[in-house]
């Protein structure tokens, strides 16, 4: 019985009606060939079912036209959205995407990086934790591979992609203290990381230029987890001086509102309450929650092409810091304190 032949890239360049070279720059993510073109050659590809031998080209090229992506829970929204769009600006460039998801544990980021270096990947995108870990630097000096990190802004010699968490935590402070707000809560993560840190500075900052005290008791700063909100909530609405705002970080508002339900506190007739990140939970709670605006897509873009930019050019440039906008978008949960 005569074995089907597998196809090759002439077979491309038959059914595509194009030449070798421009199926090969399309298979190596030239952004030489016209869109046009790029697309026929990709669905001829598809059709016909050819598949290149990455591991040849590996050794030929000295790439394996692929990009490591560690982040600490691909379950988040904000997360998820990152890098499904880092992972289509990869793909148009014709690069594959490995994902590594570290929740939270330092020697599982150790691990991980090590697999995703061991393979030769092409570059990195990273979001680790802690960022002053003296290990996971060594790590990323060793890599053998661009680097950009994203949300982080530690070691400061490789380029990172942030988002201006301070400003829009400023005007959502303010905004709060000029309708008469005097005890408001921020629940945040640890500030070892960029955005928790840079929310505790935008907070205190806005405490600060409106002459307010800031009791330290309302800064709540260990934790992103639901439950960590839904237990400090509790014991903030059991204190004899209760908060009249919260503001919420991430995945600590779905514990906030169900602490804010047992106690049968009204949004916002008996508590306001602002989010760091906007999501489905935020638009669809009624009243609709007001929160920091930021695109966590366009993050994983800007980032992804970072990326490529460095693995593509040979030129040797001072780390880039690249910081996204971020607005006060505010909604009907927030309203003057009754008393």
Known sequence: MKTK??????DVALA???SLGTVSAVIHGRTTVNRDIRQRVKLAIEQIGYSPNAI???????STRSVGILVRDISLPAIA???????????????ATLIAISRDKLDREINL?????GRKVDGLLVSHQPEEDADLHALFKSAGAPIVL?????PDWIDAVLVNH?????????YLLNIGHRRIALLVGLPNLFPSRERIAGFEAAHNALGVSLDPALKKTDSYLAEYGYRETMLLFASPKPPTAIIAGGPLLSGVLRALAGKNLRIPTDVSIVATSNSDLAELTMPPISTERWDASIVGETAARVLLERINTLAVYEPRRVMLPCEFSLRDSC???RH
């Open 5 to 10: 032949r597998a196809p090759t890239i002439k």
């Open 16 to 18: 595509a009606g194009v």
């Open 56 to 62: 040849a080209q590996s050794m030929r090229s000295g």
């Open 81 to 95: 959205a990152f890098v499904s769009a880092a992972q289509d600006v990869f793909y148009e460039a014709g690069y």
């Open 113 to 117: 990086l090590n697999a995703l270096t």
């Open 150 to 154: 994203v949300e982080r802004e530690h």
């Open 166 to 174: 301070r400003d829009a935590m400023r005007r959502a402070t303010e």
């Open 335 to 337: 309203a003057p304190p």
